[in-house]
């Protein structure tokens, strides 16, 4: 009898950077409350511009960080605010390693909800990507979430953006606040 053993990083972050080569088992549940969609954010991080004087720049925080709260409230307001989907939080990827880069993690309310998402989202179109959503093995973030990033951002993580835990993006108070309205409480826990 061969036994397979489940991938930790799989079951733990629903992605793996072995992908299909990994040796362990990557195993997908039926249905999930989380809903995964890879490479869906286009991170502006590893980016560039050309500028007027036709020098290659880098995007600033400043750009970075609006884009990223559009993209956020974008996705929100598609999903709870035009769909009634509850949505108890957003997750948005910022490492820069490939099998993470993007990777958006929608936690749901229910398992209703989780399906409702899954069959709004599948073969639609986000800015150009196609969605394929996952449900998702994760459902405890905390244990997904590098805590290192939590505490201080990507320079108190060693690793930095190849770290194999998520570094998660977070929208700003104010925003929180406009779309979790009355559960930003239960939100920013």
Same mark, same amino acid.
């Given at each position: 009898?061969?036994?397979?053993?489940?991938?930790?990083?799989?079951?733990?972050?629903?992605?793996?950077?072995?992908?299909?080569?990994?040796?362990?088992?990557?195993?997908?549940?039926?249905?999930?409350?989380?809903?995964?969609?890879?490479?869906?954010?286009?991170?502006?991080?590893?980016?560039?511009?050309?500028?007027?004087?036709?020098?290659?720049?880098?995007?600033?925080?400043?750009?970075?960080?609006?884009?990223?709260?559009?993209?956020?409230?974008?996705?929100?307001?598609?999903?709870?605010?035009? +769909?009634?989907?509850?949505?108890?939080? =957003?997750?948005?990827?910022?490492?820069?390693?490939? &099998?993470? %880069? !993007?990777?958006? #993690?929608?936690?749901?309310?229910?398992?209703?909800?989780?399906?409702?998402?899954?069959?709004?989202?599948?073969?639609?179109?986000?800015?150009?990507?196609?969605?394929?959503?996952?449900?998702?093995?994760?459902?405890?973030?905390?244990?997904?979430?590098?805590?290192?990033?939590?505490?201080?951002?990507?320079?108190?993580?060693?690793?930095?953006? +190849?770290?194999?835990?998520?570094?998660? =993006?977070?929208?700003?108070?104010?925003?929180?606040? &406009?779309? %979790? !309205?009355?559960? #930003?409480?239960?939100?920013?826990?």
């Amino acid at each position: 009898m061969i036994l397979i053993r489940t991938c930790t990083f799989y079951w733990k972050i629903g992605a793996c950077r072995l992908g299909d080569r990994c040796s362990h088992l990557h195993q997908k549940p039926a249905y999930s409350q989380t809903i995964m969609i890879r490479h869906m954010y286009p991170n502006p991080k590893g980016a560039h511009f050309v500028d007027e004087n036709g020098i290659l720049r880098p995007f600033s925080q400043e750009f970075i960080k609006e884009w990223f709260e559009n993209f956020y409230a974008d996705i929100f307001k598609e999903l709870e605010t035009k +769909n009634g989907i509850k949505i108890e939080d =957003l997750y948005i990827c910022d490492n820069t390693c490939e &099998h993470m %880069f !993007g990777n958006v #993690y929608i936690s749901l309310a229910s398992i209703p909800d989780a399906q409702k998402c899954y069959e709004l989202l599948k073969g639609k179109y986000h800015a150009g990507r196609l969605l394929t959503p996952e449900y998702s093995p994760v459902l405890d973030f905390s244990e997904a979430k590098c805590k290192l990033f939590d505490r201080g951002g990507e320079e108190h993580c060693p690793k930095g953006a +190849n770290c194999n835990n998520l570094h998660v =993006l977070r929208p700003s108070e104010e925003l929180a606040k &406009h779309l %979790f !309205g009355e559960r #930003y409480e239960s939100y920013k826990q």
